[in-house]
C-alpha cells in the first residue's frame, strides 16, 4: 500500500508539472486542446493501476455511464479525483476545493457548466458508502448535470 501512495504521489506530482509547463502564465485560462492533453496523461497515471477496458475508458471520456461499472472502473474514478485533488481517500467529495480548482483544470468554455455540475452533486457522495463507488457516482452525477459537455480522463 505505501509503494502505492508513493507511486501516486509521484505521478500527481508529474502532472502538476506537466500542467505547470502547459500553463506557464497563471493568468491565461487553460485552452481546450491543453485540457484533452491533461485528460491523458491523468488517464495514463491511473489506467495501468487497475483492470480496465478501453472501451470503458472511453466511453466514460464522453460522460457515457450506461453500463454497469466493474470495482476496478469506480476505483480508477477515485484514483483520477485524488489526482485533481477534489476527493479524500474515503471518497468525499470536497465541493469547495472542487470550485476553486475548476480554474486549473477546465478551459473557461466548460467553466459554467461545471460550477453547476460541481454544485448538483455536492452530496451525491453521501449517498454510498464504499469509497471507490462514491467517487463513481459522483462523477456519473457531474455527467448527468454537464448538459452533454463532460469528459472523463
Request: hydrophobic share 40%; with cysteine.
Amino acid at each position: 500500500m505505501k509503494h502505492w501512495k508513493r507511486r501516486s504521489s509521484a505521478v500527481f506530482a508529474i502532472v502538476l508539472q506537466v500542467l505547470v509547463l502547459l500553463l506557464p502564465d497563471p493568468a491565461v485560462a487553460m485552452t481546450m486542446e491543453q485540457f484533452l492533453t491533461s485528460l491523458d496523461m491523468i488517464r495514463s497515471g491511473c489506467a495501468p493501476k487497475f483492470k480496465l477496458k478501453t472501451e470503458d475508458l472511453d466511453r466514460l471520456r464522453v460522460g457515457d455511464f450506461n453500463f454497469p461499472p466493474s470495482q476496478d472502473l469506480m476505483c480508477y474514478t477515485k484514483c483520477v479525483s485524488l489526482m485533481a485533488g477534489t476527493v479524500n481517500k474515503k471518497g468525499e467529495f470536497n465541493a469547495p476545493k472542487a470550485l476553486a480548482q475548476l480554474p486549473h483544470l477546465v478551459p473557461p468554455e466548460m467553466m459554467e457548466m461545471s460550477r453547476k455540475s460541481v454544485e448538483a452533486c455536492r452530496d451525491t457522495h453521501k449517498q454510498f458508502k464504499e469509497s471507490c463507488e462514491r467517487v463513481y457516482q459522483t462523477a456519473k452525477c457531474f455527467s448527468e448535470n454537464a448538459d452533454g459537455q463532460f469528459m472523463w480522463p
